[in-house]
């Protein structure tokens, strides 16, 4: 059965990755459309070193391609592609054999890349985490490059990729609780963070105003 071009934003991932399969390319240009921020922000938490980013992103969309036979419909397509797009940032900085996120990147070298405040809905998130996502999208990642890197992940995985923490765990190859427990640690430690941010703040306002 056709369907109208139009149809296919309201279709999910899921559906949209099986069209694929089945020789849809074009549902496949509307999912890489749909994801390409994402995957790009996922690939930042590895490297910030702009032509090897890019490098990385090619990759995992050609494993997408090469793998697709290997997509179970009861994994959710965005865990799926959130495990490839892991492997290959951990490939590629072993090859490299460079410490992670040592290098500056241009900022304005990639359009489509999406600050973390513009993908995290504040009607869905707790208190603590709205008070976080109020944080200038700079002072975020600045904020977030600070964590460990496994929590650093498994906050951008659950706030900003929206996955399970069973699919967070499958994604890592760690436990359901274990990725429960690092996003509790990341949480706590963001929070902490922009505590003492206000606190510093505050104090230079005041200074400022007594001077």
Known sequence: MKIDETDYPHLSDEILFNRYTGGDTRAFEVLVQRTKGLVYSLILRYVKIGSVADEIFQDVFFKVCKNKKLFREAVSFKAWLATICRNTCID?????????????????EREDKRNLSEMIPSDEATPDEVAIHRVEDEQMNALLDELPRE?????????VMELTFEEIG?????????AKSRYRYALEALRGMVKRKRLIDDTKHKQRLSS
């Open 92 to 108: 590629h900085t072993r090859k490299l054999k460079r410490t992670l996120r040592t290098e500056p990147i241009d900022r304005g």
């Open 170 to 178: 499958d994604a890592m190859k760690c436990s359901t609780n274990t």
């Open 151 to 159: 929590q650093r992940e498994t906050f951008y995985m659950k706030v």
